[in-house]
């Protein structure tokens, strides 16, 4: 350890000696100049309602956000936004444009939003806007736009809201939407221009979710029965673009130019209609249920074979092959599409745009797939199992029959001591059997015993008892009935519980009869 100290300050002092190279110097950083009377704000710079005729010359290379509208710029140079790499959103509304020409935004391949509303425009050419590759929201509403390019959006493959309302439209190709891609398209603002007839077939071919948001609302459209069965199955659906603004919906029942109904709240014209007319080649979604964990394959079924075919994911997601980013969903060289194992982020509507020499219009196939987890299954139920058991069961009630029947007879005699009764028979229950002392009395009843005296001699043998039996309740002349008098009867070979004294119930007869006032007992002999 202390051979190490001096080495370290040798090697120290050599780095501070004479002739050693100073440190590199950090690059100085570019300067961040904010043009004139503007405001800079991190990288957003806005130059708005500043009366500029042309665009600040020099601007700073951070800004991101670039506000210019409410100003009077005439024309845009091409090149102007070079020093701005990194440029999000341009904002150039309410200014004097009224054209834009080639290359003004050759350097703007990372511009997201670009807002080109009121301003004086009346054209737009198949180069205006080029270089836009990342564009996804175009804002040129309230302007003078009567003519578009067959392709003027044909270098905007992101751009998903395009407005381009209040302007002087007289047409509009839904065929090939002028270049745009449908797949990623979700708002079509083309209200307030002067449209007249429409394609039907085209409108009825576009996918749902582009139909939800295509407004056409006042517009002179034809009052036309496949066009107003259409706009009028799109209100029943719930569409947002048509529910919205039904009030707005108007069709030229007249030659005249201010003759317009609402067809949508008056149904009167819908009423005329032929029920006969199609509402034009519309096919509704598909219904499918998938279950979590097992797979899925969806066919584009096409009504001619397609050329190029695409799908479009719930996410919104552009579907080619080989498929998702994130691996899960997969499209086949035929087209269709399949995922392996379904899950929860797979619900919602799959839309299959199929285009082809024999398919003009396009076809947009969709499917609302809902996604459940499995439900648990029931337990299996075992057939073997319950008839062995039927059968043990069976068997065992068959030997309890045999081996212990059911109680019949009479209850065997006391062999102990008698405290009480003899315990009841099994648990049948029902009328008890007689008891034998009734069965002798029934026996005995043509002879009346009477009450032998004390000096009579007694035979040996087994123990008599004499019992003095209650008469019948049905008094004189009822059914086994003595004219009230007592019947007695004698039992042998009964171990019967003495009795201490059983008291002689008699009519008006069985005084005369015993010669005793008094009630009678009997003892043991």
């Known amino acids: 350890m202390a051979r190490l100290l001096p080495l370290g300050a040798l090697l120290c002092a050599l780095r501070a000696g004479p002739g050693a190279a100073d440190p590199e110097p950090l690059p100085p950083r570019a300067p961040h100049h904010c043009p004139a009377r503007c405001v800079c704000a991190a990288d957003v710079l806005s130059c708005a309602g500043l009366g500029l005729g042309d665009p600040p010359a020099a601007l700073p290379p951070a800004a991101a956000d670039l506000d ?11 090149g102007w936004l070079a020093p701005l790499p990194r440029l999000r959103a341009l904002r150039l509304g309410h200014n004097r444009l009224d054209a834009l020409g080639r290359r003004v935004f050759a350097n703007a391949s990372g511009l997201a939003l670009l807002d080109l509303s009121s301003n004086a425009l009346h054209a737009l050419g198949r180069h205006d806007l080029d270089g836009l590759g990342a564009l996804e929201r175009l804002l040129l509403f309230n302007n003078c736009l009567a003519q578009l390019d067959a392709r003027s959006f044909h270098g905007l493959p992101a751009l998903r809201h395009l407005y381009l309302g209040a302007n002087r439209l007289a047409a509009f190709s839904f065929l090939h939407l002028h270049g745009l891609g449908a797949a990623h398209l979700r708002t079509l603002d083309l209200s307030s221009n002067r449209l007249g007839p429409v394609s039907v077939p085209a409108l009825a071919a576009l996918p749902t979710f582009l139909k939800n948001g295509l407004y056409l609302h006042d517009n002179p459209l034809p009052c036309d029965c496949r ?5 009028q199955r799109w209100h029943q659906r719930g569409l947002a673009a048509v529910r919205d603004f039904a009030r707005h919906y108007t069709c030229r029942a007249f030659p005249v130019p201010g003759a317009r109904v609402r067809f949508l709240e008056h149904r009167r014209l819908l009423d005329n209609c032929s029920a006969a007319a199609a509402p034009g080649p519309e096919r509704p979604e598909e219904q499918l249920a998938a279950q979590v964990g097992r797979p899925l394959r969806l066919r584009c079924n096409a009504s001619a074979p397609a050329a190029r075919v695409a799908w479009v994911s719930p996410q919104h997601e552009l579907l080619v092959a080989p498929g998702s980013r994130d691996g899960s969903i997969a499209v086949r060289a035929d087209g269709s599409l399949a995922i392996a194992s379904v899950q929860p982020r797979h619900a919602g509507v799959f839309a299959c745009l199929a285009a082809g020499p024999r398919l003009p219009h396009g076809q947009a196939l969709e499917y609302n797939v809902s996604v459940h987890f499995p439900r648990p299954a029931p337990e299996a139920f075992n057939t073997g199992f319950t008839t062995l058991l039927g059968c043990a069961v069976g068997l065992a009630l068959v030997l309890l029959y045999l081996f212990a029947p059911p109680c019949r007879g ?8 008698c405290r009480g009764r003899c315990p009841p028979c099994g648990r049948r229950r029902g009328p008890r059997s007689p008891s034998p002392l009734r069965e002798l009395s029934a026996q005995s009843q043509s002879s009346v015993l009477s009450a032998t005296p004390p000096d009579a001699p007694r035979k040996a043998g087994a123990p008599k008892h004499v019992v003095f039996l209650e008469p019948g309740r049905g008094g004189r002349g009822g059914r086994g009935g003595l004219g009230g008098r007592v019947q007695l009867a004698v039992a042998e070979d009964f171990d019967l519980c003495p009795a201490a004294g059983l008291p002689l119930r008699a009519g008006s007869e069985t005084a005369s009869s015993t ?6 007992t009997t003892q043991s002999a």
Do not use: E, V
């Open 227 to 231: 066009l107003l069965r259409l706009l």
């Open 410 to 417: 009479r209850c065997r005699p006391c062999r102990r001591p």
């Open 515 to 520: 010669g005793s006032d008094g009630p009678l």
């Open 68 to 78: 210019l509208s409410h100003n009077a710029l005439r024309r845009l140079r091409p």
